[in-house]
Each structure stands twice: as structure tokens, then as C-alpha cells.
């Protein structure tokens, strides 16, 4: 099951301080674990909501609002994809995320996890289309 | 915290931790076996300790410090009992040694566990229960579960698998050289071999399988990490990737199954294919020459391209499909690859490499020969033998709607419609 982990923004983030060097090599190790142990799918950092926009729909339009965007706390500031077994597993993996003064939020990813041909494609394909013309022939 | 909750929690770390943790003691004790059990001791201690006083702040490390601990009892406890160390290949002193070794070996330590639990010395179903155990961290009941057989059959299949790799004192270590290339095969077989478990899964209770998938995944990506210079470790997690990107899209919500051509594109996962396509890319980028699990995951990324069932390039596939039959040499290759033409160029390029297939013993009871040889001898007009190809292909298959579909087919080409 995939998960989303969503780091949230803060005054920092939003003020635009950038990590420091450490504060980078530390993530980059703690990436570089993540995706050694294959769970890791993806994973960016976002700027500050200043460089970002909102674009609302209604009836009478579209219409383009500018950052910044002022509630912070529901901003985003950076996240991961993670491809794990359990929703257990992904906290523990997100305990070890060198965070300090943070707060995540980890939802699950919507995916109808299932599966059902072979590997061989043009088959299948081969088959279905067969199957799909003696329908059509018999007018089902 | 309440039991349950604790115990979810060390279920998570275990799976998180005892790929490192078993390999580690393997270096140690030189017993996989051993290791195994060293493993699961530390796993019993945390679940009597973790629920009452917490998980520790690292899991990893405490329950590796309890692991040593337990060798160390283990090692005294031969010691006194003047068991002879050498009967074992052991002594006291080296494993003390070992001991002291530093974390830095862990991605070594992984990749030997991989080709170890991969053995040729070992059948395959006891390489794959092995690997799912040892470096997926599944139970031996989630393995029963996944390939819908008992469980006590996984675990003899892991008991004897851990006494075989004792008794051929198999050496805990990556091959070189020519070896190395004939062992990865092995170990590439083995992921590969899960992955279609989950994928192809049609019958029974197959809820877990989809996991399954997951599992060979992320197999195949520790070992990419481990061994990034390998094309074809890069070309089957491509391969895997680019499939299991389809996975949304092939069922109807009923579970019927829902083919490549009729899938809804919109529903393939976006990432899986971005991944699949970038290893696939770096497996191009490390050898000129492509091996079957590059070669099958170029033919996939040609599905995965194609933004419409029309955009595919058949003519590209078709040739993936040649350079794959160089490679690996086989008439289902061939089969496949008549069909790619077919789509491509037409039935009548694609009747001469059908016709030559048909003198194949390995595909004479094989009913989807006569079932695509009908197929493009309907569609060139040659309706007798056409008839002729379906009913056999008809009372080649097993499964009745297709017998069904088959024998329709055939009364339609007898009638000499297409």
C-alpha cells in the first residue's frame, strides 16, 4: 500500500529559510535509507506558498489568486511517497525522519490494489479482441 | 500503548529490520539457520518487553544488541559444553571478532544473505520461501497465505532450505567474475518468480497477492540499490514497475479481468511508469546489449508510451520481440512476436513465423497456436483451415468459456466470416 506523507509548513518554511547544510546532509542520509530499503517512490521539498497560486473554479470562472497564502498550518512544505506493507510500518519509518519542531501528516494513497493477467500482453490483447468480435457477432 | 498496538508496531520494525539484522548474524555465526533463530529470540524478547515499557527510540540497534547478545550465550555455551568449535567451522575467537564489526558492512552483509537464500543448491519454491523470510520479513503463515499452500509445507520447505545450505556448507559470500552473472540469474529468477505470483494471480483467496507484488518490488529495488551497476537487475525492476503500473486498470470492479488494449489509460499509475521508465533508461545506459529483463521492460515501456491503444508501436514491439528471441530462444517468444508483426505489418507477414511454430513439440498442446494461426488465417480469408485451427485450439483449452468462445469462433469461420 502506498502512503503520502505530508510535512507541514511552518513560519520557517514559509518565511523561506533554507535548510542548512546539515540539516540537508541528515534528510539526505534518512532518503538514502528509504529508498535502499525500496519503500521510497518519490519525495520533493516545495518553496515557499509566495512562489505558488491558487486557481478557483466557480460558475461566473476561473479565478487566479497569487501566494501567499496565509494559513499556515494547512500549507504543505514538502512530501513522500512510500510504497510499504502496513500503516504501522510507514510510522515507524517516519519516527526516524530527523524532524524536529515538525508536524507530518501520513494518509493513505486510494488504489484498488488488484491484479489479474499474465505477462504476456500482446496475448491477452490477441485474445480479448477475438473474444470481443464473436460478442459483437452474436450481438451480445 | 496497548498490546495489539505494540505488537503492530514490532511487526512493522521487523519488517523494517531483519533483512539487516539476519545478514549481520550470518556474518557472525556463518549459520543461517542459526542466525535465523538468534533473529527470532530478539523478536520474542521485544515482544515481551516493547508493550509494557515502549518501543526504544532505536528498534534496529536494541534489538540487535539482544541478538549478539543471545550468539555470545550461544558460543559460551558450546564452549563449556568442550563441543569441538571446528566441527561447526567455528571458534570462539573469530566470532568475537566478528562481533566488533561495524554497521558500514550492512549492504554487503545483504547482498551475500540475497545470493545465499538464492542457492542453486536449493529448489526454487524453498529460494523463494527462503527469500520472502530472510530479506522480506513475511512470517511463514503471510507465505502460506500467498501461494495458497499449507503452512506447515512453507516451513518444512524453509527447514530443509536452512539445513541444505548447512550440510553443503555453502559459503556466505557474492560470487565473481562468470559466477557472479550465472548466481544473479538465480537471484533475478527468484524476484521475478513473486512478482508474477502477485501478478497472475486468478484463482483462489488472492487478496494478499497484490502484496505480494509490492514485496518482489521492493526486492528488486534493495537489490538495485546493492548492485546499481548491473543492467539487469535495473531491467527486471523496470520490467516489474511497468507492470504493476497497469494493476488499477485490469480488473472490472466484479474482478473480471480487463485487457491491455481495453484498459483505461487514465488509471495507470503515473509514478510506477516514471519509475519503471528512469531504471529502464539506466539499464540501457550500463550495456549496449539489452538481456531479457531489459528486453521485456522495453516492450512494456512501448505500452506505457502509448497514450492511446492506437499510438503503439507494434513495429517497435515486434522487433523487441526478435532481439528477444536472440537472446533467450523460445516459441512463445515467437508466438508473441508473430502477433506484435501482425499488429504491425498484417496477418500475412505474420501467417509464415506462425506456420513455422506449428512443428514446435514445445507448443503442441500450447491452445493459443491454433488460436492466433486461426486468427490470421481468418483474416486472409482462409476460412477451412481457419475452422480447423479453432476447434483444435477448442479441445486444447482447459477452461470452458474460452472452449465455448473458441467453437463460436469456428462455426463463424466455417460460415466464412472473419
Not at chain 2, 80 to 107: C, F, N, S, W, Y
Not at chain 2, 184 to 206: H, M, Q, R, W
Request: charged share 25%.
Amino acid at each position: 500500500m502506498k502512503f503520502m506523507v505530508l510535512v507541514k509548513a511552518d513560519e520557517n518554511t514559509e518565511g523561506g529559510a533554507m535548510p542548512t547544510e546539515q540539516d540537508l546532509a541528515e534528510m539526505g542520509k534518512f532518503n538514502e535509507e528509504l529508498v535502499k530499503a525500496g519503500v521510497m517512490l518519490a519525495g520533493e521539498g516545495l518553496l515557499p506558498s509566495s512562489k505558488g497560486v491558487r486557481l478557483r473554479y466557480s460558475d461566473q470562472g476561473t479565478t487566479v489568486l497569487d501566494g501567499p497564502f496565509t494559513e499556515t498550518k494547512e500549507l504543505i512544505a514538502g512530501f513522500w511517497i512510500l510504497e510499504v506493507s502496513s500503516r504501522e510500518e510507514v510510522i515507524e519509518w517516519m519516527k526516524r525522519a530527523p524532524f524536529q519542531n515538525t508536524t507530518i501528516e501520513i494518509r493513505q494513497v486510494a488504489s484498488e490494489e488488484d491484479f489479474g493477467d499474465a505477462m504476456t500482453p500482446e496475448l491477452r490483447e490477441h485474445e480479448a479482441r477475438l473474444r470481443q468480435q464473436v460478442e459483437q457477432q452474436q450481438g451480445r | 500503548m496497548t498490546v495489539t498496538e505494540a505488537h503492530r508496531t514490532i511487526d512493522a520494525v521487523w519488517r523494517i529490520e531483519s533483512a539487516k539484522l539476519i545478514a549481520a548474524l550470518v556474518r557472525m555465526v556463518r549459520d543461517v539457520g542459526l542466525a535465523e533463530e538468534l533473529a527470532q529470540d530478539a523478536l520474542v524478547a521485544a515482544l515481551e518487553q516493547w508493550p509494557s515499557a515502549g518501543v526504544p527510540s532505536n528498534p534496529g540497534a536494541w534489538l540487535m544488541t539482544i541478538a549478539k547478545r543471545r550468539a555470545i550465550d550461544h558460543f559460551r555455551h558450546l564452549k563449556m559444553a568442550e563441543r569441538k568449535h571446528e566441527e561447526l567451522g567455528l571458534d570462539l575467537e573469530t566470532t568475537q571478532d566478528a562481533i566488533a564489526v561495524e554497521p558500514d558492512e550492512v549492504p554487503d552483509d545483504l547482498l551475500r544473505l540475497i545470493f545465499t537464500a538464492c542457492h542453486p543448491v536449493l529448489k526454487t519454491e524453498a529460494r523463494v520461501a527462503l527469500t520472502l523470510r530472510l530479506l522480506g520479513g513475511l512470517t511463514t503463515d503471510e507465505i502460506a497465505r500467498a501461494f495458497l499452500v499449507p503452512e506447515s509445507t512453507v516451513a518444512q520447505r524453509i527447514v530443509r532450505a536452512k539445513r541444505t545450505l548447512a550440510q553443503k556448507k555453502v559459503p556466505y559470500e557474492v560470487p565473481v567474475g562468470a559466477e557472479l552473472a550465472e548466481r544473479l540469474g538465480s537471484v533475478l529468477e527468484v524476484v521475478y518468480l513473486i512478482f508474477n505470483e502477485g501478478y497472475s494471480a486468478t484463482a483462489g483467496d488472492d487478496w494478499m497477492r497484490p502484496a505480494l507484488c509490492a514485496d518482489a518490488m521492493r526486492l528488486g529495488r534493495i537489490l538495485a540499490g546493492l548492485a546499481p551497476q548491473e543492467p539487469e537487475v535495473l531491467g527486471l525492476v523496470a520490467l516489474m514497475e511497468l507492470q504493476a503500473s497497469r494493476s488499477r486498470a485490469r480488473v472490472t470492479a466484479d474482478g473480471e479481468p480487463i485487457l491491455l488494449m481495453d484498459q483505461n489509460r487514465a488509471k495507470w499509475d503515473r509514478l510506477l511508469i516514471g519509475h519503471g521508465l528512469a531504471a529502464l533508461a539506466r539499464a540501457e545506459s550500463l550495456s549496449a546489449r539489452r538481456g531479457p529483463y531489459t528486453l521485456q521492460a522495453a516492450i512494456a515501456a512501448c505500452h506505457a508510451r502509448a497514450g492511446t491503444p492506437e499510438d503503439t508501436d507494434w513495429a517497435r514491439i515486434a522487433a523487441l520481440y526478435g532481439e528477444l528471441a536472440q537472446v533467450t530462444p523460445s516459441p512463445v517468444v515467437e508466438l508473441n512476436r508473430a502477433v506484435a508483426v501482425s499488429m504491425a505489418a498484417g496477418p500475412e507477414a505474420a501467417l509464415p513465423l506462425v506456420d513455422a511454430l506449428t512443428a514446435e513439440p514445445a507448443l503442441a498442446r500450447y491452445h493459443l497456436l491454433p488460436t492466433v494461426r486461426g486468427d490470421l488465417l481468418a483474416k486472409v480469408g482462409r476460412f477451412e483451415e481457419a475452422e480447423a485451427e479453432f476447434s483444435r485450439a477448442a479441445s486444447l483449452t482447459r477452461n470452458a468459456r474460452e472452449r465455448d468462445l473458441l467453437l463460436a469462433r469456428a462455426k463463424q469461420a466455417s460460415a466464412g466470416n472473419a
